[in-house]
């Protein structure tokens, strides 16, 4: 059964710079889009910051595998209490792609519980992204090394938790590195951030960055129904425990009462 | 020079239940304080939610080196604006040490980026840490287990992301295990998450939960000074590139324009 | 296409102790490998410590996707050389789940780098292995935990690496805990260590066990070809480098030379 | 009381190659024990090679909180016995710090568990370090990044685990990257590889990698007692459960006899 793949584009330079728009005259989520539904297995929706609820109502989010994430001039644009419900998902096991200036997006952010502050210069310079973790899933097909002729610079320090795994580490014609694909596990949510995607550079018509893409994608698929669980904080009564035990001592709690959020 | 320390109370249990005010006259968080400052080197104060801006006003917080904090009732009542805060200082460096039900705090929910959830059960049961690091500076001076008679039950799963270190595992009479003792960095700031703690035992009159503290308070304990440039994203222009390069390419922003957040 | 299983088996006890021999009349491997196969998609061999060369010559490694490694009393009666070899194609790729006393296997202490020691217990007691990491794949179709009703115990502290993830974590009835599922990635090869299996006990005829032995399998399992450049440290000349630079300061090596391993 | 450093030199370049004799006239041991020193707080002795089992006796170990090793030309030439001896004392809590051409040191290789291989050149190109993680205790009074304007390149992919934390990542001028600074925790032992160092510039001339160094070691230091205990798996004796439990099912063992290995 094919992977559901939804591709979030925040849809704010492909209308308003010419440089962008020319690159992606569809829109870079149906860019992204195209990519993923390359090779087959993937079945690919979009949804943009326009749409009522941002396009990511709930039945949406319940009936995504893989959620793709670009945004970057309109972060604060993007509803709260759709940010929760998104986490939500990836915390019952949602897979998430958060791809290059979405290192700020609020999603991220609220998922990492860091600032994942980075330094950056735009000018169209040389990237070349080492795999260092080969056979890595999501280095599936890919040689030591790709290239990216023109591309934004991010610079470390990267102000993100210590990652699950690094997979791709990046070079900088400018004189940077960048850690450029790291993996996560956020409750049975799998996140991959990917570094590169510049809007004014053609970074989604390049076929490893494609390879990349569908790879993540296979691989934050998590096939299993979603968790609700991960929310829970049940009370297990005395006389249910799994080996007899007999209450002692003080308590504030009375029997079946809710515990404190 | 001595760890500054502060104590964070939530001082909610100890006026309205009889149990807690009998075991604790003078507030947990002083008897907390007492456990830190048995073997010198640790300087502590106290701060409760009911003092203004709950005792965190920005310059208590600039001149703390370890927050240890215990709330369970009044999560609800922390401001948020005061959590960024503390959150704000966390990731500059400063540590913070949780203790048993802060794991629904909104703090620690805000640096972990998952539900935080677990199960639990209060029935004054036998609680066994093990120590599956031995030698982990949180875990010096102990042997290969500690217990505490009447504890109230965590239960696995508990949803946080994978540690940097898990220093502690509990067995519980009632057949549960709990992952007790957790390490993890965001940004400069040491954390420790430390299970124990019901505010209706007496484990805070207990030497061994003392030694913990004492030495989780060490450990967290960044002397470097504050990190204010983890939240910085500054533009690198091209002239002042490491190495030389030159500007290539379609542009979005302006030189020297601030970045989208 | 099938994965393809091989189920390593010491063979020993089941020759000599009649307890072993009754729970196993094929031998435990075979028994094992019986569980693989159970739904499908898992294509097993077996191999046991008594075949020329351990039964795992080089092409028969090179056939096999997965390897599963039970041992106890004969840990030294494997050659050095074979360890070698099968270190070579973990790191080449192959998967490696190693169950119970294959802790103190020589290939999982080479892969290792630690003692990899426990305490232990032969009584027969209960044993809860409790889900700690929900919906990993390795977990898929488990509930919230499983019981053993006799196994033997294996406690803390178990001197291993930190681990990628853990899966599982164990309640015993005497009173200790043991990280009872825990994930590895060395070069390319996925292994998991999963705690139960002592051969006085019928663990290998219980239903989950056989579950979680083929969730393993699947994880383990890199689809992708092996990665012999695991092992490499090849020079990169002057003149081939991928920005151009010109060779300055003293030298050791002459061009073309090997380096010193 | 002062951190008792032992800083191991292969001292073979420094008696073979001119260029190396002139950087190093003390041989390179000494230079790195005079930047360890220059700070006060750490005693240094050395040992070479050529020493009796190669300075490394039993008691001079036992003495020993960190050691250092630098090794490149007669990795093979060290015998393996005192590899296990030096492997033996990280478990029990000795630090360890890996400097440069040591990735293929025996000792590392057999802490690690994988090949540890990677990509180099000799071309006295630019290395540039970036701090990924600011205030970590290994880069304390550093600033975002240090140059060394001729060093060996090391390229990526590094074939060692997942480590703990990263600290460094290196950018150099032909275009490679590298993990040049890694911790991981081998039992009660700190364990640091700092790539840095080739015999032939003068690298341990620099001020930056001196207090990078006197940051590892410090960072290294266990101040508890060594743990012999990492080695020990105890049988725990059904009469001696922590819990009161009967002996049930089949046995393998009989009472008090010592498991296999």
């Not at 728009?21 to 993937?42: C, F, K």
């Not at 079945?43 to 039945?59: F, K, M, N, S």
């Not at 993007?78 to 990836?90: G, L, Y």
């Amino acid at each position: 059964m094919a992977i559901r793949a939804l591709v979030w584009g925040e849809n704010v330079h492909e209308q308003e710079s010419p440089v962008v728009a020319e690159l992606y005259p569809d829109g870079m989520h149906n860019q992204i889009a195209r990519l993923l539904g390359e090779e087959g297995g993937v079945e690919t929706r979009t949804a943009v910051l326009q749409d009522p609820e941002h396009g990511l109502r709930e039945q949406v989010l319940a009936e995504t595998d893989v959620l793709v994430w670009w945004g970057h001039a309109a972060h604060g644009a993007v509803e709260d209490e759709i940010v929760e419900r998104v986490a939500r998902h990836v915390w019952e096991g949602m897979g998430l792609i958060l791809l290059h200036s979405a290192h700020f997006s609020k999603i991220f952010k609220r998922l990492m519980g860091t600032p994942c502050a980075l330094k950056w210069r735009e000018a169209g310079e040389r990237e070349r992204l080492w795999v260092v973790n080969p056979r890595h899933p999501i280095a599936a097909g890919l040689g030591e090394y790709f290239e990216l002729e023109n591309e934004e610079m991010y610079g470390e320090p990267f102000s993100v938790p210590e990652p699950l795994e690094t997979v791709f580490i990046s070079w900088f014609q400018g004189g940077e590195v960048f850690r450029s694909g790291l993996t996560y596990r956020r409750g049975a949510g799998n996140i991959f951030y990917f570094r590169p995607g510049h809007e004014t550079y053609p970074t989604y018509h390049d076929a490893t960055v494609g390879k990349v893409l569908r790879n993540a994608v296979k691989w934050a698929h998590n096939p299993q129904a979603r968790y609700p669980g991960v929310h829970d904080a049940p009370n297990v009564p005395v006389e249910a425990a799994l080996e007899p035990i007999e209450e002692r001592g003080g308590k504030l709690h009375e029997a079946g009462q809710e515990g404190f959020r």
